[in-house]
């Protein structure tokens, strides 16, 4: 199962990298020649798919982290041409996550303040792992110019993703971050067309895919991760259940995204307590298009049972591809899978490291 294609989405085979942010271009958001190896690595080593960490979209609001890389100056979709023509040499694909942090912000190079929804004090604290220290600040609320220009901002750093060469874009509507807190209740008090009923709270997301569909070419993949759970509220499940998931995700199919990538702590379990389906598996019966499933998905026979039954199309991996950056071949030639060992990649930070590299 993982190594037949998909031609939908013209990929050699179903192992997919997940997006994981590694902090590791320079201040300004230009990646370095240590994430060219990085990425460059997953391909040598047989993905078929890598979707990138989430890169910022504009140099105001959206940057979440210190160091995360961008793709919104000429010197960084430069820096990702590199990057993407190291990829497409070893045949796979590469998507660009595009991504604006929202309330979620642990720092941001170019001084701005975060902006959300509402002006609510997100949950949680920062992370270490990403240098973050103490309680989120509280963001400013959005003005309906605001998130008009947010949606041009997700619009013109998908035209820059194209002009750098890469196969599509991963919209990041999931995990807390800007796009997820206005779908979120409790971060989006808004009492205008942006908030209030699921149609108003998801309108967002649809008008920033709508924007990227009429402007790139037709053989540009639009995907979108989504995903219930947060980096700051891990247990959050859709108020409506299956109900919110259909509404959801018949609206993303509806407005021509290419795939939906769902991921969830745990990609194989059930989504709602009253239904047995995973959150991937909810996908593909309420939409016809391909479907990525991420989550603990290190155990490979798991992973290969959610594509034998029809759950996924394809799988993303982040913690066994950090410990397996061949883990492809290495399957294929049916040879052991190291451990991943977080206090070996993420600490004390989650930088790329000299290990990884070689």
């Given at each position: 199962m993982f190594f037949q294609p998909l031609d939908t989405l013209n990929v050699k085979n179903r192992i997919t990298l997940?997006?994981?942010?590694?902090?590791?271009?320079?201040?300004?958001?230009?990646?370095?020649?240590?994430?060219?190896?990085?990425?460059?690595?997953?391909?040598?080593?047989?993905?078929?798919?890598i979707i990138t960490e989430g890169l910022f979209i504009d140099e105001t609001h959206s940057p979440g982290y210190q160091h995360q890389p961008g793709l919104v100056t000429q010197n960084q979709i430069d820096a990702w041409k590199s990057v993407v023509d190291a990829a497409h040499e070893n045949s796979s694909k590469m998507i660009a996550q595009l991504m604006h942090a929202g309330a979620l912000?642990?720092?941001?190079?170019?001084?701005?303040?975060?902006?959300?929804?509402?002006?609510?004090?997100?949950?949680?604290?920062?992370?270490?792992?990403?240098?973050?220290?103490?309680?989120?600040p509280t963001p400013e609320a959005l003005s309906i110019e605001g998130i008009k220009s947010v949606v041009q901002s997700f619009l013109k750093t998908a035209k820059n993703a194209q002009y750098a060469g890469f196969d599509g874009i991963e919209i990041h509507a999931a995990n807390g971050y800007l796009l997820d807190q206005f779908l979120t209740t409790y971060t989006n008090q808004r009492n205008d067309d942006y908030g209030g009923s699921?149609?108003?709270?998801?309108?967002?997301?649809l008008e920033v895919i709508t924007a990227i569909k009429s402007e790139v070419s037709s053989d540009f993949i639009v995907g979108?991760?989504?995903?219930?759970?947060?980096?700051?509220?891990?247990?959050?499940?859709w108020e409506g259940?299956?109900?919110d998931a259909q509404f959801i995700f018949e609206n993303l199919a509806d407005s021509g995204v290419d795939y939906i990538h769902t991921t969830e702590y745990k990609a194989w379990q059930p989504a709602f307590n009253d239904n047995t389906l995973s959150l991937a598996a909810l996908a593909k019966r309420h939409t016809d298009v391909p479907i990525i499933a991420n989550?603990?998905?290190?155990?490979?026979?798991?992973?290969?049972?959610?594509?034998?039954?029809?759950e996924a199309d394809l799988i993303a991996l982040g913690k066994a591809a950090l410990a397996n950056h061949t883990l492809p071949q290495k399957i294929h030639a049916n040879q052991s899978l190291n451990e991943f060992n977080p206090d070996k990649v993420l600490n004390p930070d989650a930088t790329l490291k000299d290990f990884e590299l070689k």
């Amino acid at each position: 199962m993982f190594f037949q294609p998909l031609d939908t989405l013209n990929v050699k085979n179903r192992i997919t990298l997940a997006p994981m942010t590694r902090i590791s271009a320079t201040l300004k958001g230009i990646p370095t020649s240590e994430m060219l190896n990085y990425y460059r690595s997953f391909a040598e080593g047989g993905f078929g798919l890598i979707i990138t960490e989430g890169l910022f979209i504009d140099e105001t609001h959206s940057p979440g982290y210190q160091h995360q890389p961008g793709l919104v100056t000429q010197n960084q979709i430069d820096a990702w041409k590199s990057v993407v023509d190291a990829a497409h040499e070893n045949s796979s694909k590469m998507i660009a996550q595009l991504m604006h942090a929202g309330a979620l912000v642990h720092g941001n190079a170019f001084g701005y303040t975060s902006v959300a929804p509402s002006s609510i004090v997100p949950k949680g604290e920062k992370s270490a792992m990403y240098n973050g220290e103490g309680k989120y600040p509280t963001p400013e609320a959005l003005s309906i110019e605001g998130i008009k220009s947010v949606v041009q901002s997700f619009l013109k750093t998908a035209k820059n993703a194209q002009y750098a060469g890469f196969d599509g874009i991963e919209i990041h509507a999931a995990n807390g971050y800007l796009l997820d807190q206005f779908l979120t209740t409790y971060t989006n008090q808004r009492n205008d067309d942006y908030g209030g009923s699921l149609e108003n709270r998801i309108r967002i997301i649809l008008e920033v895919i709508t924007a990227i569909k009429s402007e790139v070419s037709s053989d540009f993949i639009v995907g979108i991760r989504i995903s219930q759970s947060k980096v700051n509220d891990f247990d959050y499940k859709w108020e409506g259940g299956e109900k919110d998931a259909q509404f959801i995700f018949e609206n993303l199919a509806d407005s021509g995204v290419d795939y939906i990538h769902t991921t969830e702590y745990k990609a194989w379990q059930p989504a709602f307590n009253d239904n047995t389906l995973s959150l991937a598996a909810l996908a593909k019966r309420h939409t016809d298009v391909p479907i990525i499933a991420n989550g603990h998905l290190e155990d490979i026979e798991t992973a290969i049972s959610m594509l034998k039954n029809k759950e996924a199309d394809l799988i993303a991996l982040g913690k066994a591809a950090l410990a397996n950056h061949t883990l492809p071949q290495k399957i294929h030639a049916n040879q052991s899978l190291n451990e991943f060992n977080p206090d070996k990649v993420l600490n004390p930070d989650a930088t790329l490291k000299d290990f990884e590299l070689k």
